[in-house]
């Protein structure tokens, strides 16, 4: 059973930067990348980033745009997700999944969900 544990999320001030981790305790030759969600209380899943995991091509929803970024260390079967100028409307549950899709921006393409990590920004 694939599993995801994601980690690094906190509470920070707005202008502050957090550095999540995703990893994934598979063999991840059968995926087409990992991906980045995040969901606010009240309001659906969002798109954040999701990453290629062969070649790392990357993709941003565009609320992050310039402010985050998305990488992985394939030997460590991790996903990062780099938050800079964090925005008190960046707060969330943030979430990492599996996708089999390229270019996948919605949460039904993709798989695999980690439990999640609390994000917090104080104005």
């Known amino acids: 059973q694939v599993q995801l544990v994601e980690s690094g999320g906190g509470l920070v001030q707005a202008g502050g930067s957090l550095k999540l981790s995703c990893t994934i305790s598979a063999r991840t030759f059968s995926i087409y990348g990992m991906g980045w969600f995040r969901q606010a209380p009240g309001k659906e899943r969002e798109f954040v980033a999701l990453i290629n995991w062969s070649f790392g091509n990357t993709r941003y929803g565009d609320s992050v745009k310039g402010r985050f970024i998305i990488s992985r260390d394939k030997a460590k079967n ?22 089999a899709l390229r270019g996948a921006t919605t949460a039904p393409e993709y798989h695999n969900w980690g439990q999640g990590t609390q994000v917090t920004v104080s104005a």
């Open 78 to 99: 991790t996903v990062y997700l780099q938050m800079n100028s964090l925005k008190p409307e960046d707060t969330a549950v943030y979430y990492c999944a599996t996708t």
